[in-house]
């Protein structure tokens, strides 16, 4: 569900950013911009959506650096998870923090830990083709408290673009690139 999401994300991201100008791969990316996306259950019903929102876009080197800022709301319009990421893009290639994916919770559960992370991250090149295979991405943890080691890996792999779709929203109709992988996360802890 949540890679399904993140394709999706991506898809309508750039579809509606794109009415902004130019600054990465075609898009202009502006502070206090951003869009919602709705979400829908297996039956076509709606699950909640999740607001978007560009806090800061700045230059580093040769690439573009934008911070978002995500919340994500129930049906019934309950916020249920709110976070902030760090993109990066340099002109052929969008890059996403791997440590988007681990909601607050989990983050503040090894607080204790000083846990120190280092990630590769989950890349979307400008150019896709059915079939094409993308590179895997990680986030990995260590850390510890007293006599208590803990090891935090998430690991996502066989990114492939598995199917171009047309899908249409109340936004309007988007081709879109459907992007599956496997993604597995694991937490150790001893002594």
Same mark, same amino acid.
């Given at each position: 569900?949540?890679?399904?999401?993140?394709?999706?994300?991506?898809?309508?991201?750039?579809?509606?950013?794109?009415?902004?100008?130019?600054?990465?791969?075609?898009?202009?990316?502006?502070?206090?911009?951003?869009?919602?996306?709705?979400?829908?259950?297996?039956?076509?019903?709606?699950?909640?959506?999740?607001?978007?929102?560009?806090?800061?876009?700045?230059?580093?080197?040769?690439?573009?650096?934008?911070?978002?800022?995500?919340?994500?709301?129930?049906?019934?319009?309950?916020?249920?998870?709110?976070?902030?990421? #760090? %993109?990066?893009?340099?002109? &052929?290639?969008? $890059?996403?923090?791997? !440590?988007?994916? +681990?909601?607050?919770? #989990? %983050?503040?559960?090894?607080? &204790?830990?000083? $846990?120190?992370?280092? !990630?590769?991250? +989950?890349?979307?090149?400008?150019?896709?083709?059915?079939?094409?295979?993308?590179?895997?991405?990680?986030?990995?943890?260590?850390?510890?408290?007293?006599?208590?080691?803990?090891?935090?890996?998430?690991?996502?792999?066989?990114?492939?673009?598995?199917?171009?779709?047309?899908?249409?929203?109340?936004?309007?109709?988007?081709?879109?690139?459907?992007?599956?992988?496997?993604?597995?996360?694991?937490?150790?802890?001893?002594?």
């Amino acid at each position: 569900m949540l890679k399904s999401l993140l394709t999706l994300f991506f898809t309508v991201a750039f579809s509606t950013l794109n009415s902004f100008a130019q600054d990465c791969m075609g898009v202009n990316l502006k502070a206090g911009s951003g869009f919602e996306m709705q979400n829908y259950d297996g039956k076509g019903k709606p699950s909640g959506n999740m607001i978007y929102k560009i806090k800061e876009v700045k230059k580093e080197g040769g690439l573009t650096v934008f911070s978002i800022e995500f919340e994500s709301f129930s049906n019934k319009g309950k916020s249920e998870y709110r976070s902030t990421y #760090q %993109m990066r893009c340099d002109g &052929n290639v969008i $890059m996403v923090d791997a !440590s988007s994916l +681990i909601n607050e919770e #989990q %983050m503040k559960s090894l607080d &204790n830990f000083q $846990m120190k992370f280092t !990630s590769t991250d +989950i890349q979307y090149p400008n150019k896709m083709s059915v079939g094409q295979k993308l590179k895997e991405a990680s986030m990995k943890g260590e850390g510890s408290s007293g006599p208590l080691n803990v090891t935090f890996n998430m690991f996502i792999k066989n990114r492939e673009v598995a199917s171009q779709e047309k899908i249409t929203v109340p936004a309007g109709s988007y081709d879109a690139f459907k992007i599956t992988s496997d993604m597995l996360m694991e937490t150790k802890m001893g002594m």
